[in-house]
């Protein structure tokens, strides 16, 4: 099946600075998105990209669709510690009408 | 709106044993899908329904099984308990349109099986 490599797999950083992360990918996507997931819940979506070169952003995340269409990155800035949890990015591969291929995450913690 | 729910939030099976996992949304979401999360590795999807009726097979779906008699309801089946399936299971549901590929996942299920 299709394969998302996440990287970073984990981030220690200091309250305050800025975090990126990316995820990528052998095969085109027409679609990339990115969830947050807090320990013992379930993952909340945070932005959805649609088209090649979308930037989009939600509150201090940002987001983009690679422009080949094989990578996604998103960035928090400022960060804060309840942005402690794990990141997971997921694209719907050419041809998936609705099944998403998740990475295996990105775990960040941030030291007040 | 309560979103995705999912009970029980918590299962210790016997191998062998069966159980059912019950989710239901209020969304009105025609998709929904089943979930698998190991440690250390991405979601797998397990079984997926495009609308009441009408379910298939994702990646891993052997042990289980799923029904879909209503848009609300989308049980997952253990039939016979082994402990390969301990792991946490996610439901997730998703409208059609062009938020298609927008999941939005319950709380969960943490299941272990000895």
């Known amino acids: 099946g299709q394969q998302l490599n996440q990287s970073p797999q984990s981030m220690f950083i200091q309250e305050g600075e800025d975090v990126s992360m990316n995820c990528t990918s052998s095969s085109i996507f027409n679609t990339w998105l990115w969830y947050k997931q807090d320990p013992g819940e379930g993952p909340v979506l945070l932005i959805a990209?649609?088209?090649?070169?979308e930037l989009t952003s939600n509150g201090r995340l940002t987001a983009q669709f690679g422009i080949t269409r094989k990578d996604s990155f998103l960035n928090i800035s400022a960060s804060i510690p309840s942005d402690v949890g794990i990141y997971f990015c997921a694209g719907r591969p050419v041809g998936s009408n609705y099944k998403l291929t998740f990475g295996k995450g990105t775990l960040l913690t941030v030291n007040p | 709106n309560a979103g995705v729910t999912q009970t029980p939030k918590f299962r210790i099976l016997k191998i062998g044993q069966s159980m059912t996992l019950q989710c239901a949304q209020d969304?009105?979401?025609?998709?929904m899908y089943w979930y698998r999360q190991d440690p250390g590795m991405g979601l797998k999807l397990i079984y997926y329904?495009?609308?009441?009726?009408?379910?298939d097979k994702g990646e891993v779906p052997n042990g289980y099984n799923v029904s879909r008699s209503t848009t609300e309801d989308f049980p997952l089946r253990l039939e016979l308990a082994a402990p390969s399936q301990t792991s946490v299971y996610f439901c997730a549901s998703s409208t059609g349109g062009g938020s298609l590929q927008e999941q939005y996942f319950g709380p969960g299920t943490r299941l272990t099986v000895t």
């Open positions: 969304m009105n979401h025609n998709y």
């Open positions: 329904s495009v609308g009441a009726g009408i379910t």
């Open positions: 990209l649609y088209k090649a070169g």
